[in-house]
C-alpha cells in the first residue's frame, strides 16, 4: 500500500481530518467532564464546541 504524500493530500482531506480530530476533542471533553463534574472541564468542553464551528466558517 503506498502511502499519500503530504503534497498529493487535498484540502478537502485536511479539512475532514481536523473536524474528525475536534469531534474526539469534544468527546473526550464531555466524557471527562460527565465523570468528573469539573467546572473547568465544561468551560472547556464549550470552548471546543465554538472553535470548531467557527473552524468550519
Known amino acids: ?7 498529493s493530500l487535498m484540502p478537502q ?4 481530518a481536523s473536524a474528525a ?3 474526539v476533542t469534544i ?3 464531555t466524557a471527562a467532564w460527565y465523570i468528573t463534574a469539573s467546572v473547568g472541564l465544561l468551560a ?3 470552548q471546543a464546541h465554538f472553535d470548531e464551528k ?4
Open 1 to 7: 500500500m503506498k502511502w499519500p504524500t503530504l503534497q
Open 13 to 16: 482531506r485536511w479539512l475532514m
Open 21 to 23: 480530530v475536534a469531534l
Open 27 to 29: 468527546v473526550l471533553k
Open 44 to 46: 472547556s468542553d464549550v
Open 54 to 57: 467557527k473552524d468550519l466558517i
